[in-house]
Protein backbone atom coordinates (compact mmCIF):
# COMPACT_ATOMS: atom_id res chain seq x y z
CA UNK A 1 0.00 0.00 0.00
CA UNK A 2 1.29 3.49 -1.03
CA UNK A 3 1.42 5.81 2.18
CA UNK A 4 1.27 9.38 2.15
CA UNK A 5 2.92 10.75 -1.34
CA UNK A 6 3.83 14.40 -1.26
CA UNK A 7 4.84 16.55 -4.50
CA UNK A 8 7.36 18.09 -5.42
CA UNK A 9 10.20 16.85 -2.93
CA UNK A 10 12.55 19.97 -3.02
CA UNK A 11 12.08 23.36 -5.13
CA UNK A 12 13.69 26.68 -4.91
CA UNK A 13 11.66 29.93 -5.34
CA UNK A 14 12.26 33.73 -5.51
CA UNK A 15 10.75 35.79 -2.76
CA UNK A 16 7.36 37.35 -4.06
CA UNK A 17 6.33 34.05 -5.82
CA UNK A 18 3.74 31.72 -5.73
CA UNK A 19 3.84 27.41 -4.62
CA UNK A 20 1.86 25.23 -4.69
CA UNK A 21 2.20 21.83 -2.47
CA UNK A 22 0.05 18.80 -3.37
CA UNK A 23 -0.15 15.75 -0.92
CA UNK A 24 -2.23 12.30 -1.78
CA UNK A 25 -3.75 10.70 1.27
CA UNK A 26 -3.42 6.85 1.97
CA UNK A 27 -6.24 5.37 0.41
CA UNK A 28 -9.57 5.27 2.38
CA UNK A 29 -8.27 8.41 4.62
CA UNK A 30 -10.27 11.33 4.28
CA UNK A 31 -8.47 13.41 6.67
CA UNK A 32 -5.65 15.79 5.39
CA UNK A 33 -3.59 17.85 7.59
CA UNK A 34 -0.80 20.50 6.80
CA UNK A 35 2.29 21.37 9.01
CA UNK A 36 4.98 23.57 8.42
CA UNK A 37 8.54 22.91 9.94
CA UNK A 38 11.03 25.50 10.40
CA UNK A 39 15.05 24.19 11.00
CA UNK A 40 15.26 23.06 14.39
CA UNK A 41 11.87 23.37 15.62
CA UNK A 42 8.89 21.26 15.96
CA UNK A 43 5.89 21.11 13.16
CA UNK A 44 3.50 23.67 13.25
CA UNK A 45 -0.13 23.38 12.25
CA UNK A 46 -1.09 24.64 9.09
CA UNK A 47 -4.44 23.31 8.01
CA UNK A 48 -6.67 20.68 8.35
CA UNK A 49 -9.15 19.43 6.02
CA UNK A 50 -12.23 16.45 6.25
CA UNK A 51 -14.40 15.82 3.50
CA UNK A 52 -13.28 18.69 1.21
CA UNK A 53 -14.29 21.08 4.20
CA UNK A 54 -11.76 22.99 6.28
CA UNK A 55 -11.97 21.90 9.88
CA UNK A 56 -8.90 23.44 10.93
CA UNK A 57 -6.91 26.64 10.76
CA UNK A 58 -3.25 27.28 12.77
CA UNK A 59 -1.80 30.94 13.38
CA UNK A 60 -1.29 31.73 9.72
CA UNK A 61 -0.90 34.95 7.26
CA UNK A 62 -3.88 34.47 4.59
CA UNK A 63 -1.23 34.04 2.04
CA UNK A 64 -1.58 30.29 2.87
CA UNK A 65 -4.48 28.59 1.54
CA UNK A 66 -5.29 25.40 0.89
CA UNK A 67 -7.96 22.91 -0.26
CA UNK A 68 -8.94 19.23 -1.05
CA UNK A 69 -10.40 17.08 -3.72
CA UNK A 70 -12.99 14.86 -4.37
CA UNK A 71 -10.42 12.19 -4.16
CA UNK A 72 -9.12 13.62 -1.01
CA UNK A 73 -6.23 14.71 -2.64
CA UNK A 74 -5.04 17.98 -0.80
CA UNK A 75 -2.81 21.32 -2.32
CA UNK A 76 -1.18 23.90 -0.44
CA UNK A 77 -0.96 27.46 -1.56
CA UNK A 78 1.59 30.13 -0.43
CA UNK A 79 1.49 33.30 -2.15
CA UNK A 80 3.66 36.35 -1.85
CA UNK A 81 6.69 33.84 -0.86
CA UNK A 82 8.71 35.50 1.97
CA UNK A 83 12.27 34.00 3.01
CA UNK A 84 10.41 32.95 6.58
CA UNK A 85 8.48 30.64 4.56
CA UNK A 86 11.62 28.38 3.90
CA UNK A 87 10.79 25.00 5.50
CA UNK A 88 10.01 21.29 5.28
CA UNK A 89 6.46 21.35 4.57
CA UNK A 90 4.63 17.68 5.95
CA UNK A 91 1.57 16.67 4.96
CA UNK A 92 -0.21 13.90 7.26
CA UNK A 93 -3.67 12.15 6.72
CA UNK A 94 -5.69 10.20 8.77
CA UNK A 95 -9.02 8.24 8.45
CA UNK A 96 -11.54 10.69 10.35
CA UNK A 97 -11.96 13.66 12.19
CA UNK A 98 -12.18 13.85 15.98
CA UNK A 99 -12.04 10.19 16.55
CA UNK A 100 -11.17 8.40 19.84
CA UNK A 101 -8.10 6.02 18.28
CA UNK A 102 -6.88 8.37 15.02
CA UNK A 103 -3.12 8.08 13.98
CA UNK A 104 -1.83 10.96 11.59
CA UNK A 105 0.30 9.38 8.61
CA UNK A 106 3.34 11.85 7.35
CA UNK A 107 4.50 12.36 4.04
CA UNK A 108 8.41 12.95 3.63
CA UNK A 109 8.10 16.51 3.14
CA UNK A 110 8.43 19.11 0.73
CA UNK A 111 11.45 20.92 1.61
CA UNK A 112 10.46 24.55 0.32
CA UNK A 113 14.01 26.99 -0.25
CA UNK A 114 13.02 30.67 -0.62
CA UNK A 115 15.92 33.18 -1.53
CA UNK B 1 -5.28 25.06 24.56
CA UNK B 2 -2.77 22.55 24.98
CA UNK B 3 0.91 22.49 24.78
CA UNK B 4 4.19 20.32 24.91
CA UNK B 5 7.43 20.91 26.28
CA UNK B 6 10.31 18.81 25.90
CA UNK B 7 13.07 19.31 28.17
CA UNK B 8 16.74 19.22 26.23
CA UNK B 9 17.06 19.46 22.78
CA UNK B 10 19.68 17.91 22.35
CA UNK B 11 20.71 14.46 24.55
CA UNK B 12 24.05 12.48 24.03
CA UNK B 13 23.83 8.72 24.93
CA UNK B 14 26.17 5.67 24.71
CA UNK B 15 25.23 2.85 22.66
CA UNK B 16 24.18 0.02 25.27
CA UNK B 17 22.84 2.78 27.79
CA UNK B 18 19.47 3.96 29.08
CA UNK B 19 17.72 6.24 26.65
CA UNK B 20 15.38 8.87 28.87
CA UNK B 21 13.66 11.57 26.79
CA UNK B 22 11.33 14.04 28.48
CA UNK B 23 7.58 15.81 27.61
CA UNK B 24 5.90 17.51 29.84
CA UNK B 25 2.26 18.89 28.43
CA UNK B 26 -0.56 21.53 29.27
CA UNK B 27 -4.22 20.69 28.32
CA UNK B 28 -7.44 21.54 29.78
CA UNK B 29 -9.13 18.08 29.23
CA UNK B 30 -7.38 14.39 28.96
CA UNK B 31 -5.31 14.58 25.68
CA UNK B 32 -3.88 12.07 23.46
CA UNK B 33 -0.52 11.65 23.10
CA UNK B 34 2.56 10.71 20.69
CA UNK B 35 5.81 10.52 20.27
CA UNK B 36 7.19 10.06 16.92
CA UNK B 37 10.56 10.27 15.07
CA UNK B 38 11.96 11.93 12.62
CA UNK B 39 15.30 10.54 10.73
CA UNK B 40 17.31 13.91 8.18
CA UNK B 41 15.57 14.48 5.39
CA UNK B 42 12.22 12.50 6.48
CA UNK B 43 8.66 12.63 7.75
CA UNK B 44 7.85 11.41 11.03
CA UNK B 45 7.22 8.51 11.68
CA UNK B 46 4.80 7.17 14.87
CA UNK B 47 6.46 5.89 17.83
CA UNK B 48 3.88 4.80 20.06
CA UNK B 49 0.31 7.00 21.67
CA UNK B 50 -1.43 7.10 24.73
CA UNK B 51 -5.21 7.16 24.04
CA UNK B 52 -6.52 6.52 27.25
CA UNK B 53 -6.33 2.99 27.65
CA UNK B 54 -3.05 1.68 29.84
CA UNK B 55 -0.76 4.22 30.51
CA UNK B 56 2.50 2.12 30.72
CA UNK B 57 2.54 2.04 26.11
CA UNK B 58 4.56 0.36 24.33
CA UNK B 59 5.84 1.08 21.06
CA UNK B 60 8.13 0.21 18.05
CA UNK B 61 11.94 -0.53 18.11
CA UNK B 62 11.90 -1.16 21.92
CA UNK B 63 10.78 2.11 23.29
CA UNK B 64 7.86 2.76 25.77
CA UNK B 65 6.12 5.26 27.68
CA UNK B 66 4.21 6.04 30.62
CA UNK B 67 1.68 8.40 30.91
CA UNK B 68 1.63 10.46 34.40
CA UNK B 69 -1.55 12.40 35.01
CA UNK B 70 -0.39 13.70 38.02
CA UNK B 71 2.97 15.45 36.61
CA UNK B 72 1.47 16.04 33.23
CA UNK B 73 4.25 14.27 31.96
CA UNK B 74 4.71 11.31 29.17
CA UNK B 75 8.55 10.86 28.87
CA UNK B 76 10.23 8.21 26.21
CA UNK B 77 12.29 5.47 27.36
CA UNK B 78 14.59 2.88 25.91
CA UNK B 79 16.71 0.67 28.08
CA UNK B 80 19.64 -0.04 25.88
CA UNK B 81 20.47 2.30 22.94
CA UNK B 82 21.62 1.54 19.64
CA UNK B 83 23.33 3.49 17.20
CA UNK B 84 19.73 3.40 14.56
CA UNK B 85 18.28 5.30 17.18
CA UNK B 86 20.12 8.78 16.41
CA UNK B 87 17.61 10.86 15.41
CA UNK B 88 14.99 13.86 16.61
CA UNK B 89 12.07 12.63 18.56
CA UNK B 90 8.71 14.91 18.89
CA UNK B 91 6.46 14.50 21.41
CA UNK B 92 2.80 16.03 20.45
CA UNK B 93 -0.57 15.83 21.70
CA UNK B 94 -4.07 16.05 20.41
CA UNK B 95 -7.45 16.53 21.25
CA UNK B 96 -10.70 14.79 19.94
CA UNK B 97 -12.64 17.32 20.17
CA UNK B 98 -10.01 19.39 18.39
CA UNK B 99 -10.52 17.42 15.26
CA UNK B 100 -6.92 15.21 16.14
CA UNK B 101 -4.49 18.43 15.15
CA UNK B 102 -1.02 17.72 16.70
CA UNK B 103 1.30 20.28 18.55
CA UNK B 104 3.94 19.54 18.84
CA UNK B 105 7.18 20.09 20.88
CA UNK B 106 10.33 21.70 20.25
CA UNK B 107 11.69 18.13 19.90
CA UNK B 108 14.74 16.50 21.12
CA UNK B 109 17.71 14.87 19.16
CA UNK B 110 19.75 12.08 20.08
CA UNK B 111 23.37 11.65 19.67
CA UNK B 112 24.04 7.61 20.15
CA UNK B 113 27.89 7.67 20.79
CA UNK B 114 29.42 4.17 20.24
Known amino acids: DAGVTQSPTHLIKTRGQHVTLRCSPI?????VSWYQQVLGQGPQFIFQ???????GRGNFPDRFSARQFPNYSSELNVNALLLGDSALYLC??????????????FGQGTRLTVV | AQSVTQLGSHVSVSEGALVLLRCNYS??????LFWYVQYPNQGLQLLLK??????LVKGINGFEAEFKKSETSFHLTKPSAHMSDAAEYFC????????????FGGGTRVLVKP
Open chain 1, 92 to 105: ASSLGYGQTNTEAF
Open chain 1, 49 to 55: YYEKEER
Open chain 1, 27 to 31: SGHKS
Open chain 2, 92 to 103: AVSLKAAGNKLT
Open chain 2, 50 to 55: YTSAAT
Open chain 2, 27 to 32: SSVPPY
